[in-house]
């Protein structure tokens, strides 16, 4: 594992285990203690406790040399932390909602979206979940941005590729498995203005309702759509300014306590909502979301519409990346990426057949390189209906890593070392030129100049 994303592995999914991991540990018991600062930064002895209790309860017990790995680790994610806020560093916390909500739809999703269960695992709520990771999580993306500002110009030219490939024994060189390289053009289906009159009309007599005396607990427990916050009524806990889409936060702070909303649309669907109490800046408020329905024949508009474009980039009429600006839908990943699908799970464009979904491995099996499929009814990430069309651009059979058929890949491994490098560097610079201080009880571990020489080590013969 390169030195880049070994400082980027800060693990959500890892500390929300904690709540079951910690029991029967001891260490989760000492009495917390600051064991090293970092510039600005503090590091607690509770931190490393966490993650040893989570590994312990993975089977594997880092030892004393583990637990200098561990406190090694969050030194160099602090040192980055510290010098993201000696830069003015941002990171929204329209970026940070948006993250916890993968996460969460992450965690549902391996749940069976058992929203009762996922309460009952954490004994927390959704929303108690988010407000408890919500600080971590912006350190987080802090630290990644900090990272990637420091490697952004680091380019390779085609012979460091060369040399780098050169340098790999041979017996060493990996077997790539059989791979496709596409791209696609999603269009998103739209309800019909009848759907959207329809749950407007619902929330009304639900507005109604309320206003003649019945609960708007039970009411959004009942219709509500949002997954967070149904099961509590509605209730999405205290929230402060700019923590809400615009239009949701425009009307919420324009309530007064008890008050309720008109009926207001968001991207997420349409709202009906009422605040519960402010203080300053920070609001607590509920609120009955309800999307419209997306029906058959919505989806059939959009197949036609992506037949007919498949149809013209089949014929040189328009081109596919053309397409992909004009029609596809800006919330996917391949709408800035020419179409252009990235592996989720690899960084890269390339795909093994095992790593497709079903729909998109069948669709493909039937196209030649350079062919486009006709539109389909698919689910994206976030599980919504779409429509895709998708272009064959490449199909390797298995073969010995080679710079003819694989130099993409070889030219990002040698990109990802040469940053590996300056990454590495530039903490040794910082390292130098920056106050830390260990406590004692880790005054037995390596120095941190030793531990990036290894890691530097470790990111050079992977």
């Not at 916390?93 to 969460?104: G, K, S, T």
């Not at 106050?435 to 020489?453: A, G, K, N, T, W």
């Amino acid at each position: 594992m390169s030195l880049i994303k070994q400082l980027t592995a800060i693990l959500f999914l890892a500390t929300l285990n904690l709540a079951t991991a910690q029991e029967g540990d001891s260490s989760a018991y000492l009495v917390d203690k600051i064991i090293s600062s970092v510039g600005g930064e503090l590091i607690l002895l509770s931190e490393v406790n966490e993650q040893v209790a989570i590994l312990k309860e993975r089977g594997n017990d880092p030892g004393e040399k583990g637990k200098c790995a561990i406190l090694q680790n969050l030194i160099l994610q602090n040192l980055l932390l510290n010098q993201s806020k000696l830069d003015s560093i941002e990171v929204t916390e329209e970026e940070v909602e948006a993250q916890l909500e993968a996460r969460i739809d992450q965690i549902l999703g391996m749940m069976n979206n058992d929203i009762d269960y996922f309460e009952e695992y954490y004994g927390m709520s959704i929303n108690e979940v988010k407000r408890e990771f919500r600080s971590d999580l912006m350190d987080k993306l802090l630290v990644e941005r900090m990272q990637s500002q420091i490697v952004r110009n680091v380019k390779v030219t085609p012979s460091e590729v060369k040399d780098f490939f050169n340098n790999i024994p041979r017996d060493s060189l990996p077997y790539f498995s059989s791979e496709v390289e596409y791209r696609e053009i999603v269009f998103k289906p739209e309800p019909s203005e009848a759907s959207k009159e329809a749950v407007v009309d619902l929330l009304q007599r639900l507005r109604d309702r309320i206003e003649e005396g019945e609960d708007f607990a039970e009411l959004a427990g009942r219709y509500s759509e949002d997954p967070g916050s149904a099961s509590q009524g509605g209730d999405l806990g205290w929230q402060k300014r700019g923590t809400f889409v615009p239009e949701f936060e425009a009307a919420v702070f324009n309530l007064k306590p008890g008050e309720l909303s008109p009926v207001i649309k968001s991207p997420f669907g349409y709202h009906l909502i009422q605040l519960i109490d402010r203080r300053g800046n920070n609001v607590n408020a509920r609120h009955i979301l309800m999307s419209p329905d997306i029906l058959d024949e919505d989806i059939e508009k959009k197949i036609e519409l992506a037949d007919s474009v498949a149809q013209l980039i089949a014929v040189d009429s328009i081109s596919f990346e053309f397409a992909v600006q004009k029609y596809s839908y800006d919330k996917e990943q391949s709408s800035t990426n020419g179409g252009r699908v990235m592996n989720p799970a690899t960084g890269n464009t390339f795909f093994e057949i095992d790593q497709l979904e079903p729909d998109i491995y069948f669709t493909l099996d039937s196209l030649q390189v350079n062919d486009i499929s006709a539109g389909f009814v698919d689910r994206n990430a976030r599980r919504e209906k779409i429509v895709r069309v998708i272009q064959l651009l490449g199909r390797t059979d298995p073969h010995q890593a080679n710079l003819d058929e694989d130099y993409n890949k070889i030219s990002e491994a040698a990109k990802e070392q040469k940053k590996s490098k300056h990454l590495n560097n530039w903490m040794k610079d910082k390292l130098e030129n920056t106050y830390i201080r260990v406590d004692e009880l880790f005054e037995h571990c390596p120095s941190m100049l030793d531990q990036l020489d290894q890691l530097q080590s470790q990111s050079m013969s992977n």
